[in-house]
Nanobody, 128 residues
Framework: QVQLVESGGGLVQAGGSLRLSCAAS????????MGWFRQAPGNEREFVAA????????YYLDSVKGRFTISRDNGKNTMYLQMNSLKPEDTAVYYC?????????????????????WGQGTQVTVSS
């Protein structure tokens, strides 16, 4: 069983930056595929970014490419999402997710069903 705990959310003005963290329990964090999803009020949860266990390879939602950067520190069992040039439409609850599998480049990184473990979420609010 893996427990995920997000932190780093908050209120920021448009154009500002935040860094989200996802701390994971367990001794095999380095082998997990990790992802970030978000859910805005009235919307379905959507994929934001993912990072593989090796490589690592990264994947992004088109609307965050060039603004967000996903990374991981296996020594600290922690994944990060650096968010720059934030926009009001980035406002959402951000969730981290994990799966103890290695996917190919065509794997289900973008789907909720591709992950087995989820955090409780952290609120990000971007004011205009």
């Amino acid at each position: 069983q893996v427990q995920l705990v997000e932190s780093g959310g908050g209120l920021v003005q448009a154009g500002g930056s935040l860094r989200l963290s996802c701390a994971a329990s367990g001794r095999t964090f380095s082998s997990y595929t990790m992802g970030w999803f978000r859910q805005a009020p009235g919307n379905e949860r959507e994929f934001v970014a993912a990072i593989t266990s090796s490589g690592p390879r990264t994947y992004y939602l088109d609307s965050v490419k060039g603004r967000f950067t996903i990374s991981r520190d296996n020594g600290k069992n922690t994944m990060y999402l650096q968010m720059n040039s934030l926009k009001p439409e980035d406002t959402a609850v951000y969730y981290c997710a994990a799966v103890s599998k290695t996917y190919s480049s065509t794997g289900p990184y973008y789907r909720e069903s591709g992950y087995d473990y989820w955090g409780q979420g952290t609120q990000v609010t971007v004011s205009s």
